[in-house]
């Protein structure tokens, strides 16, 4: 089943604790997004990736970090959590961003509450 | 910079049509996507436009107007589960990036 996975679903940490939400896509696809999503805000995009070893910021990626070493994978880390990244992540992938035959597919999400 | 409208909520009965609109600004535009989120669910696809027009996909159409920066879902023959956010996003002409609306929560009743 084509599907894009992510782990952990839900995580409660604490300020400071480092953690990475691994992200996993079986569709081959070369592009790969980071997006949070808060009430009122919509959906935002904190990192992207056209490609294994290219990756560029987002809207909104202070506080976090991301890697492509491999073309299915794609982690977020977020080195030192502060509260206002309580969130609500998504993890996408896609053939690419302009939509059309390129449509993302995204991942269940993640509820990340930093207290 | 890249910015999206669209209404943030919208009311309506089972069996009725709705339409949502949004008009964008952005720097290089590619095409308009729409997006439906269920409570506490991922977005899923549910219609594109690339070019001027209207495109039909069962009971949803999308429509774009390029020269005016804008376009809308229709939805039709409206039921209940149809309750649910709708995103517009914009992707650019580099295809680096799909810029997302703030949402449109649309409640059905009954």
């Known amino acids: 089943e084509a599907q894009v996975t992510q782990n952990p679903r839900y995580l409660i940490t604490v300020t400071g604790k480092k953690l990475t939400v691994t992200c996993s896509q079986n569709?081959?696809?070369?592009?790969m997004s980071w997006y949070r999503q808060d009430p009122g805000l919509g959906l935002r995009q904190i990192y992207y990736s056209m490609n294994v070893e290219v990756t560029d910021k987002g809207d909104v990626p202070e506080g976090y970090k991301v890697s492509r070493k491999e073309k299915r994978n794609f982690p977020l880390i977020l080195e030192s959590p502060s509260p206002n990244q309580t969130s609500l992540y998504f993890c996408a992938s896609s053939l690419g961003a302009r939509g059309g035959e390129e449509t993302q597919y995204f991942g269940p999400g993640t509820r990340l509450l930093v207290l | 910079g890249q910015s999206l409208e669209q209404p943030s909520e919208v009311t309506a009965v089972e069996g009725a049509i709705v339409q949502i609109n949004c008009t964008y600004q952005t720097s290089g535009f590619y095409g308009l996507s729409w997006y439906q989120q269920h409570d506490g669910g991922a977005p899923t696809f549910l219609s594109y436009n690339a070019l001027d027009g209207l495109e039909e996909t069962g009971r949803f159409s999308s429509f774009l107007s390029r020269s005016d920066s804008y376009g809308y879902l229709l939805l039709q023959e409206l039921q209940m589960k149809d309750s649910a956010s709708y995103f517009c996003a914009v992707s650019n002409q580099a295809g680096t990036a799909l810029i997302f609306g703030k949402g449109t929560t649309l409640s059905v009743s009954s």
């Open positions: 569709m081959n696809h070369e592009y």
